[in-house]
């Protein structure tokens, strides 16, 4: 199930990412360039997407773990508290969840420190 999960994410968020990219580059508003802001949220929207589909393969080969589960989750989490959120603000006004920009980040540190936790946990059959 996870595996799915993570999978299909990091598969939609990475088509989504070039979706955005194309949008951008034609949306008359842009005509004078992409604002750093949304430019990094895309680059790190293409970067944990990545990072979703490493998850779906790691917890396809060790089985899902507690810590790889949690990797995860965090990606996702990180995904819509910061991309998503600048995406809103800076396409359709909506600002109100501003501050929550950096706990989308904060959550992207963290799911790779579970990723590296995950790995490091034995094999059910004891190898590494």
């Known amino acids: ?3 799915k999960l993570f999978g299909l994410s990091g598969a939609c968020f990475a ?3 070039v979706i955005l990219s194309a949008a951008l580059a034609h949306l008359p508003q842009f005509a004078s360039g992409v ?22 393969l790691a917890i396809q080969q060790r089985s899902p773990n507690g810590w790889l589960v949690l990797a995860g989750g ?3 989490t990180g995904m819509l ?3 998503l959120n600048i995406y809103a603000r800076h396409l359709l006004g909506f ?3 501003r501050a929550l920009v950096p706990w989308g980040g ?20 004891g190898s590494d």
């Open 74 to 76: 965090l990606m996702l």
């Open 81 to 83: 508290l910061f991309s």
């Open 106 to 125: 904060g959550c992207w540190i963290a799911a790779w420190f579970a990723l590296a936790f995950g790995l490091m946990r034995k094999l059910p059959n």
């Open 15 to 17: 088509g989504l990412s």
């Open 1 to 3: 199930m996870f595996f």
């Open 35 to 56: 604002p750093p802001m949304v430019q990094s949220a895309l680059n790190l929207q293409q970067f944990h997407a990545l990072g979703l589909l490493i998850v779906a």
């Open 95 to 97: 600002d109100a969840l």
